[in-house]
């Protein structure tokens, strides 16, 4: 919107926000386009005085509320870049989020150096904890046989036949793997943003260097818990006149256009609510005590004045400034799972199993103290991704695990055919492979 139009919306020129009366400037003719004496060739225009019918009003009104809309649409909604306040440190702040990565640790002097190795020699590994691998579980057929059908006692249209009458030849043990790596990390942001200013003590740079977005002391709760916290950075708050109502205090009314009043929904402006008959027509009694005629009503939404209170600054004219820090702590997780069957992954990792290993610490290593190949690979690979991944984020803390899932293949015959089932976890849960169970429809069942 040009500066023209700027100074006569706000009522003066030269200034950003003028010294004229802003409602008054909003409600005149100027800015709704009519004219302030209607004449027509020396004559009076009966269309500038209210004796437009109906639908001609209601399209003029309609056309002055899409204006008023359309106008108040183009002012801005976040303060101009000249109300930002220069800050030592937060001079790239913008009221757009801006991410701070943490600052880069400085290397240690030789001293430092020296200190360091006395107290890692001293120090034992932080929280490492090494489980012995359980042995191996002993399911019997007897065990198999009620997982089995504990399950299909479970599921619609199976029969319990089969897991009754089979005959189990055969049961191994082959068990699955399940690694998760968890990485508590904090995550960091800043912006300028702003709120309305009723009065009150302003925390302003003359109080004071702001301090930077990372020495500021905000520690989690809780460790391995997302948490959002936001905080004001100290010394940075400014208070300006309000943007969005040009610091008048007040924005015009949508729903009358400034004029103070609407058309009365029960005579549509009428003044007359319907034909009576032979006793006449009755007059609408909803309108007749309006102060601005009959056919209308004071507007509702700002009670026949013409404008409401600014949202933005509620009405009390002036905003506060400020730089807000964001501080997000968020776990990241990662996993790999080990398993030999075929099976869905979802299932070993929603059921129990055994802990063979353990650790936590602020920064862990590659698991290298479990006997499998695959999972040392896959902790490598994980811990290394971590660290590559999230270098705009501080990692706090990790831990990692190892879990040993029992997985048991039943192999069984019913009716001359060989079929076989999964019973793994120590829930003793089931998993029957896709049209492996005989009895897993019953004829002429209808469901509803």
Same mark, same amino acid.
């Given at each position: 919107?040009?500066?023209?139009?700027?100074?006569?919306?706000?009522?003066?020129?030269?200034?950003?926000?003028?010294?004229?009366?802003?409602?008054?400037?909003?409600?005149?003719?100027?800015?709704?386009?009519?004219?302030?004496?209607?004449?027509?060739?020396?004559?009076?225009?009966?269309?500038?005085?209210?004796?437009?019918?109906?639908?001609?009003?209601?399209?003029?009104?309609?056309?002055?509320?899409?204006?008023?809309?359309?106008?108040?649409?183009?002012?801005?909604? #976040?303060?101009?870049?000249?109300?930002?306040?220069?800050?030592?440190?937060?001079?790239?702040?913008?009221?757009?989020?801006?991410?701070?990565?943490?600052?880069?640790?400085?290397?240690?002097?030789?001293?430092?150096?020296?200190?360091?190795?006395?107290?890692?020699?001293?120090?034992?590994?932080?929280?490492?904890?090494?489980?012995?691998?359980?042995?191996?579980?002993?399911?019997?057929?007897?065990?198999?046989?009620?997982?089995?059908?504990?399950?299909?006692?479970?599921?619609?249209?199976?029969?319990?036949?089969? #897991?009754?009458? /089979?005959?189990?030849?055969?049961?191994?043990?082959?068990? $699955?793997?399940?690694?998760?790596?968890?990485?508590?990390?904090?995550?960091?942001?800043?912006?300028?943003?702003?709120?309305?200013?009723?009065?009150?003590?302003?925390? +302003?740079? $003359?109080?004071?260097?702001?301090?930077?977005?990372?020495?500021?002391?905000?520690?989690?709760?809780?460790?391995?818990?997302?948490?959002?916290?936001?905080?004001?950075?100290?010394?940075?708050?400014?208070?300006?006149?309000?943007?969005?109502?040009?610091?008048?205090?007040? /924005?015009?009314?949508?729903?009358?256009?400034?004029?103070?009043?609407?058309?009365?929904?029960?005579?549509?402006?009428?003044?007359?609510?319907?034909?009576?008959?032979?006793?006449?027509?009755?007059?609408?009694?909803?309108?007749?005590?309006?102060?601005?005629?009959?056919?209308?009503?004071?507007?509702?939404?700002?009670?026949?004045?013409?404008?409401?209170?600014?949202?933005?600054?509620?009405?009390?004219?002036?905003?506060?400034?400020?730089?807000?820090? +964001?501080?997000?702590?968020?776990?990241?997780? $990662?996993?790999?799972?080990?398993?030999?069957?075929?099976?869905?992954?979802?299932?070993?990792?929603?059921?129990?199993?055994?802990? $063979?290993?353990?650790?936590?610490?602020?920064?862990?290593?590659?698991?290298? #103290?479990?006997?499998?190949?695959?999972?040392?690979?896959?902790?490598?690979?994980?811990?290394?991704?971590?660290?590559?991944?999230?270098?705009?984020?501080?990692?706090?803390?990790?831990?990692?695990?190892?879990?040993?899932?029992?997985?048991?293949?039943?192999?069984?015959?019913?009716?001359?055919?060989?079929?076989?089932?999964?019973?793994?976890?120590?829930?003793?849960?089931?998993?029957?492979?896709?049209?492996?169970?005989?009895?897993?429809?019953?004829?002429?069942?209808?469901? /509803?």
């Amino acid at each position: 919107m040009g500066n023209d139009k700027w100074d006569v919306m706000t009522g003066g020129v030269g200034g950003v926000y003028g010294n004229g009366d802003f409602l008054s400037t909003l409600n005149n003719d100027s800015l709704f386009g009519t004219k302030s004496k209607a004449k027509t060739n020396g004559k009076l225009d009966p269309l500038a005085f209210g004796t437009l019918d109906g639908e001609d009003e209601e399209k003029k009104s309609e056309e002055e509320k899409e204006e008023i809309e359309s106008d108040v649409d183009d002012w801005p909604t #976040a303060p101009p870049v000249d109300y930002l306040e220069r800050v030592q440190g937060y001079e790239m702040v913008s009221f757009d989020t801006v991410s701070v990565p943490p600052p880069v640790p400085l290397p240690p002097s030789d001293d430092e150096e020296g200190e360091g190795e006395k107290k890692e020699k001293k120090e034992e590994p932080v929280n490492k904890v090494v489980l012995t691998p359980e042995s191996i579980p002993s399911l019997t057929q007897v065990q198999a046989r009620e997982a089995l059908l504990t399950h299909v006692s479970n599921k619609c249209c199976y029969g319990s036949g089969t #897991a009754k009458q /089979m005959g189990i030849t055969n049961m191994d043990y082959v068990p $699955a793997f399940h690694y998760e790596l968890q990485t508590f990390i904090e995550k960091r942001e800043t912006s300028w943003t702003y709120a309305p200013h009723k009065g009150g003590d302003v925390d +302003s740079p $003359a109080r004071g260097p702001a301090p930077l977005p990372w020495d500021i002391e905000e520690n989690p709760s809780q460790m391995f818990k997302d948490e959002v916290r936001v905080v004001t950075v100290p010394h940075t708050g400014v208070v300006k006149a309000c943007h969005k109502c040009r610091g008048t205090g007040g /924005m015009v009314c949508r729903d009358c256009s400034g004029k103070g009043w609407v058309r009365c929904l029960h005579c549509h402006g009428d003044v007359y609510l319907s034909d009576g008959g032979s006793l006449g027509r009755e007059r609408c009694y909803y309108c007749q005590h309006s102060k601005h005629g009959h056919g209308q009503q004071d507007c509702s939404k700002c009670q026949a004045k013409g404008k409401v209170s600014c949202a933005t600054c509620e009405g009390s004219c002036h905003i506060r400034c400020y730089i807000q820090l +964001s501080i997000t702590w968020r776990v990241v997780t $990662a996993e790999h799972i080990v398993e030999k069957l075929n099976m869905p992954e979802d299932l070993i990792r929603d059921v129990s199993g055994q802990v $063979a290993f353990e650790e936590d610490g602020e920064r862990v290593a590659p698991v290298d #103290a479990f006997n499998d190949e695959i999972i040392k690979m896959a902790s490598s690979q994980l811990v290394t991704n971590h660290a590559a991944n999230y270098l705009d984020n501080r990692i706090l803390r990790q831990r990692h695990q190892v879990r040993i899932v029992p997985v048991t293949k039943v192999m069984y015959e019913w009716k001359g055919r060989g079929k076989d089932f999964y019973v793994y976890g120590y829930e003793n849960k089931v998993h029957l492979p896709r049209s492996s169970y005989p009895q897993s429809c019953c004829w002429g069942c209808a469901i /509803m």
